[in-house]
C-alpha cells in the first residue's frame, strides 16, 4: 500500500487509476487519508530527521523559501462543510487565487544539505512574510529530552525581510542572513541616526540559499506535487511530507 502511495505521487494519476499490483484502489485511498488524519508521515519525518540528527548528519543552517503550485480543477471541486475527521482542516483548503489562477503555495524549510525540515501550507496569494514566524516553529527533531526546534542560522530572500522577522530571530538567538529591501534602507537613511545601523549581511553565506531551491525542484519531481489533485489541504501536506520523506531516505 505504501508503494501505492508512492507511485501515486510520483505519477500524478488519480487514485482510480492505480495499477492492480498495488491491490484496491479504495483500501489504498482510505490508509492514506487514515495515515494523513493521524499525522504518521509527519511522525515518520521526524523519525528518520532524528536519526540523522543522531549521527551529526543535519546542517543546521536553515534556508526558507516558499514555491508557488497550480492547483488541477479536480482539487477545486471541494465541499465546505466539516466532516467528523476534518477539526484541522483550514476553510480555503490552503487554496487561493493568485496571478497563475488557483493555486496553493509551499514554504519550506530546509537544512544545509536541502532536505525538507518543515513544510507549511497556504493560499496561492499569502505573503511569506505572513509565515515567516510559523515556519521555523514548524521544526521538532525528535532528540533524547526535549526536540530541536531552533536552526543556527536562518537564511531567506528580501520577501522575509523585517523588523519584526528579524527581532523575532534574535529572541530566540538565531543568527540570520536576509538582504534589506531597498525601501527599507531609503527609510532608514531618511531617519538619521534614529533609523539605526545597517543589517548585518554576509554575501558568501547568502550563496548558499539555492539549496532551498534545488529541494523544491526535487519535489517537483514527483507529479502529484507540482500539481495538487488533491482536494483538502491535509492531503496535499501528507503528500507533500511523504515525498520529503522519500527525500531523507535517498540521501541517508
Same mark, same amino acid.
Given at each position: 500500500?505504501?508503494?501505492?502511495?508512492?507511485?501515486?505521487?510520483?505519477?500524478?494519476?488519480?487514485?482510480?487509476?492505480?495499477?492492480?499490483?498495488?491491490?484496491?484502489?479504495?483500501?489504498?485511498?482510505?490508509?492514506?487519508?487514515?495515515?494523513?488524519?493521524?499525522?504518521?508521515?509527519?511522525?515518520?519525518?521526524?523519525?528518520?530527521?532524528?536519526?540523522?540528527?543522531?549521527?551529526?548528519?543535519?546542517?543546521?543552517?536553515?534556508?526558507?523559501?516558499?514555491?508557488?503550485?497550480?492547483?488541477?480543477?479536480?482539487?477545486?471541486?471541494?465541499?465546505?462543510?466539516?466532516?467528523?475527521?476534518?477539526?484541522?482542516?483550514?476553510?480555503?483548503?490552503?487554496?487561493?487565487?493568485?496571478?497563475?489562477?488557483?493555486?496553493?503555495?509551499?514554504?519550506?524549510?530546509?537544512?544545509?544539505?536541502?532536505?525538507?525540515?518543515?513544510?507549511?501550507?497556504?493560499? &496561492?496569494?499569502?505573503?511569506?512574510?505572513?509565515?515567516?514566524?510559523?515556519?521555523?516553529? %514548524?521544526? !521538532?527533531?525528535? @532528540?533524547? =529530552? $526535549? *526536540?530541536?526546534?531552533?536552526?543556527?542560522?536562518?537564511?531567506?530572500?528580501?520577501?522575509?525581510?523585517?523588523?519584526?522577522?528579524?527581532?523575532?530571530?534574535?529572541?530566540?538567538?538565531? &543568527?540570520?542572513?536576509?538582504?534589506?529591501?531597498?525601501?527599507?534602507?531609503?527609510?532608514? %537613511?531618511? !531617519?538619521?541616526? @534614529?533609523? =539605526? $545601523? *545597517?543589517?548585518?549581511?554576509?554575501?558568501?553565506?547568502?550563496?548558499?540559499?539555492?539549496?532551498?531551491?534545488?529541494?523544491?525542484?526535487?519535489?517537483?519531481?514527483?507529479?502529484?506535487?507540482?500539481?495538487?489533485?488533491?482536494?483538502?489541504?491535509?492531503?496535499?501536506?501528507?503528500?507533500?511530507?511523504?515525498?520529503?520523506?522519500?527525500?531523507?531516505?535517498?540521501?541517508?
Amino acid at each position: 500500500m505504501i508503494n501505492g502511495m508512492v507511485y501515486k505521487i510520483r505519477t500524478g494519476v488519480s487514485w482510480r487509476d492505480l495499477p492492480e499490483r498495488y491491490g484496491p484502489w479504495k483500501s489504498v485511498y482510505t490508509r492514506f487519508r487514515r495515515y494523513a488524519i493521524d499525522g504518521v508521515f509527519t511522525r515518520a519525518l521526524q523519525q528518520i530527521q532524528a536519526q540523522a540528527d543522531a549521527a551529526g548528519d543535519i546542517d543546521w543552517l536553515v534556508q526558507i523559501d516558499s514555491t508557488i503550485v497550480r492547483a488541477h480543477q479536480h482539487a477545486a471541486a471541494t465541499g465546505r462543510k466539516r466532516g467528523k475527521h476534518r477539526t484541522d482542516e483550514p476553510d480555503d483548503h490552503a487554496l487561493g487565487r493568485s496571478r497563475g489562477g488557483l493555486t496553493t503555495e509551499i514554504h519550506l524549510a530546509c537544512d544545509g544539505r536541502g532536505r525538507p525540515l518543515a513544510v507549511l501550507l497556504t493560499p &496561492g496569494q499569502r505573503h511569506d512574510g505572513v509565515c515567516a514566524r510559523p515556519l521555523p516553529e %514548524r521544526i !521538532r527533531v525528535p @532528540r533524547t =529530552g $526535549r *526536540p530541536r526546534c531552533r536552526p543556527d542560522h536562518v537564511i531567506a530572500d528580501k520577501a522575509y525581510s523585517s523588523r519584526g522577522f528579524r527581532a523575532y530571530l534574535r529572541r530566540r538567538g538565531i &543568527g540570520h542572513t536576509i538582504p534589506e529591501k531597498n525601501d527599507q534602507k531609503m527609510h532608514r %537613511r531618511n !531617519r538619521g541616526r @534614529r533609523g =539605526g $545601523r *545597517p543589517t548585518a549581511f554576509d554575501s558568501r553565506i547568502h550563496r548558499r540559499r539555492n539549496t532551498v531551491e534545488r529541494c523544491f525542484s526535487q519535489l517537483k519531481g514527483f507529479r502529484g506535487i507540482a500539481t495538487r489533485y488533491e482536494k483538502t489541504a491535509t492531503s496535499y501536506e501528507a503528500a507533500v511530507t511523504l515525498a520529503s520523506l522519500l527525500l531523507w531516505a535517498r540521501s541517508i
